[in-house]
C-alpha cells in the first residue's frame, strides 16, 4: 500500500503522518472524526497482506491486544480490513519511542529503572494471561510525555 499520509480511511480515520515502518507494518498518526482524537493506525505491509499466515498472525495480534486491559499495554480500540490491508487502530502515544531515546546518549541508571519498570509490569501482565510477545524491542515501547512507558 503506498504511502496514506492524507488521505481518509474507513470515511472517519484521516492520516495525518507517517510514524514508523517495523518489519510487517507501517503506523500512521490519524484524526478519527468520530472520537474527536489523535489515534494510531497500523497497517500490515502490502507484501505481507497478500500471505494468508501473515495476515493470520496480524489478526490474532490484534486479537489478543485488544483483550488485554493494563495501563502500560497501549489498548486496541478497533481492527479489521481496508481495501484487503488489515489494519489495527490503537491509541496514540506523543512522545517517541525508546529507541529514539537512546539515540541521544547513555542515562543513569534511575532514569533507566524508572523507564523500564513500566515495560515489566505490562509484559508481566501479559504473561500472566499466557500472552508472549514476538520481539520487545526499543522501537515497540512507546513514550508518553510524563517520561512512562505504556
Same mark, same amino acid.
Given at each position: 500500500?503506498?504511502?496514506?499520509? @492524507? &488521505?481518509?480511511?474507513?470515511?472517519?480515520?484521516?492520516?495525518?503522518?507517517?510514524?514508523?515502518r517495523g518489519g510487517m507494518a507501517e503506523v500512521y498518526k490519524v484524526w478519527d472524526s468520530q472520537r474527536?482524537?489523535?489515534?494510531?493506525? &497500523?497497517?500490515?505491509?502490502?507484501?505481507?497482506?497478500?500471505?494468508?499466515?501473515?495476515?493470520? /498472525?496480524?489478526?490474532?495480534?490484534?486479537?489478543?491486544?485488544? *483483550?488485554? *486491559? @493494563?495501563?502500560?499495554?497501549?489498548?486496541?480500540?478497533?481492527?479489521?480490513?481496508?481495501? +484487503?490491508?488489515?489494519?489495527?487502530?490503537? &491509541?496514540?502515544?506523543?512522545?517517541?519511542?525508546? &529507541?529514539?531515546?537512546? /539515540? +541521544?546518549?547513555?542515562?543513569d541508571y534511575k532514569k533507566a529503572a524508572q523507564l523500564l519498570v513500566p515495560i515489566a509490569r505490562g509484559?508481566?501482565?501479559? @504473561?500472566? *494471561?499466557?500472552?508472549?510477545?514476538?520481539? +520487545?524491542?526499543? @522501537?515497540?515501547?512507546?513514550?508518553?510525555?510524563?517520561?512512562?512507558?505504556?
Amino acid at each position: 500500500m503506498p504511502n496514506l499520509t @492524507h &488521505k481518509t480511511l474507513l470515511n472517519r480515520y484521516n492520516v495525518q503522518e507517517f510514524l514508523g515502518r517495523g518489519g510487517m507494518a507501517e503506523v500512521y498518526k490519524v484524526w478519527d472524526s468520530q472520537r474527536i482524537t489523535y489515534l494510531a493506525m &497500523k497497517v500490515l505491509l502490502e507484501d505481507f497482506a497478500l500471505d494468508r499466515v501473515f495476515t493470520r /498472525r496480524f489478526t490474532r495480534e490484534a486479537n489478543t491486544l485488544a *483483550q488485554l *486491559q @493494563h495501563p502500560n499495554i497501549v489498548p486496541i480500540l478497533e481492527y479489521g480490513d481496508y481495501e +484487503s490491508q488489515p489494519y489495527l487502530v490503537m &491509541k496514540y502515544i506523543p512522545g517517541g519511542t525508546l &529507541k529514539d531515546l537512546l /539515540r +541521544s546518549g547513555a542515562m543513569d541508571y534511575k532514569k533507566a529503572a524508572q523507564l523500564l519498570v513500566p515495560i515489566a509490569r505490562g509484559l508481566d501482565y501479559a @504473561h500472566r *494471561q499466557n500472552m508472549f510477545h514476538r520481539r +520487545s524491542e526499543e @522501537h515497540t515501547s512507546e513514550l508518553q510525555s510524563q517520561d512512562y512507558l505504556v
